[in-house]
């Protein structure tokens, strides 16, 4: 089953606009990880956050991660054409061993 | 270094016949992991290996699924009896320990289809 949700659904900026994803989940976490798919392929590591961490960057990514309201932001700033893919948050949980629960993703579209 | 390295790419069986889906991990990762990604969705957890041992396996969606990892290196994910319900994107994943603080590096997926 699904962890959470990302919204919005599907996003659509322009090239050198911000873009930002939000993402909810339901139970405890160990840490939260932002991942990256290009049509067709695998997903690609982004970020991880620590439960006990409230803020991270790491190049032209920002995220946050409130835990008492069980959310996490992802921000892109500057955004590039290349940055078109779907954007997935997954939650570790804090028990048991270290699968990833999934959101349904956010499909973001950068236009030249 | 390589990554994660599936095979095949793409598979199309017939509804009824079994299929083996292979996912050779990055050489010394502990952890190789199964995911299912159903079309617009996002991964679903199948199976945990940890080495050889099959820690989890809550998440195969029923008997016909079946997997191993023999030598505690490349792994093999089973459908017997396919159904058109099993169409999806086969994910496999690996990391180098068991630490729940790391990041799991994907391979491309076998993208299956049942007609």
């Known amino acids: 089953s699904q962890q959470g949700e990302e919204d919005p659904q599907a996003l659509s900026i322009q090239e050198g606009e911000n873009a930002t994803m939000n993402c909810s989940y339901k139970?405890?976490?160990?840490?939260l990880q932002w991942y990256r798919q290009n049509s067709g392929r695998g997903l690609v590591h982004l970020i991880l956050?620590?439960?006990?961490?409230r803020e991270k960057h790491s190049g032209r990514l920002r995220v946050t991660l409130d835990t008492s309201k069980k959310s996490s932001s992802l921000l892109i700033t500057a955004s590039r054409a290349a940055d078109t893919a779907s954007y997935f948050c997954?939650?570790?949980?804090?028990?048991?061993?270290?699968?990833?629960?999934f959101g349904k993703g956010t499909m973001l579209l950068v236009s030249p | 270094g390589a990554g994660v390295s599936q095979s095949p790419r793409y598979k199309v069986a017939k509804r009824g016949q079994d299929v083996a889906l292979r996912c050779d991990p990055i050489?010394?990762?502990?952890?190789l992991f199964w995911y299912q990604q159903a079309l617009g969705q996002g991964p679903e957890f199948l199976t945990y290996?940890?080495?050889?041992?099959?820690?989890?396996k809550s998440g195969l969606p029923s008997d016909r699924f079946f997997a191993e990892r023999p030598e505690g290196s490349v792994s093999t994910l089973k459908i017997q009896r396919t159904q058109q319900e099993d169409s999806a994107v086969y994910l496999c994943?690996?990391?180098?320990?068991?630490?729940?603080?790391?990041?799991?590096?994907f391979g491309d997926g076998t993208r299956l289809s049942i007609l």
């Open positions: 994943a690996s990391s180098p320990t068991t630490g729940l603080n790391q990041p799991q590096h």
């Open positions: 139970t405890s976490i160990n840490n």
């Open positions: 956050i620590r439960s006990n961490e």
């Open positions: 997954a939650t570790c949980s804090s028990s048991g061993y270290s699968t990833l629960t």
């Open positions: 050489s010394g990762h502990v952890s």
């Open positions: 290996f940890q080495n050889e041992a099959q820690l989890d």
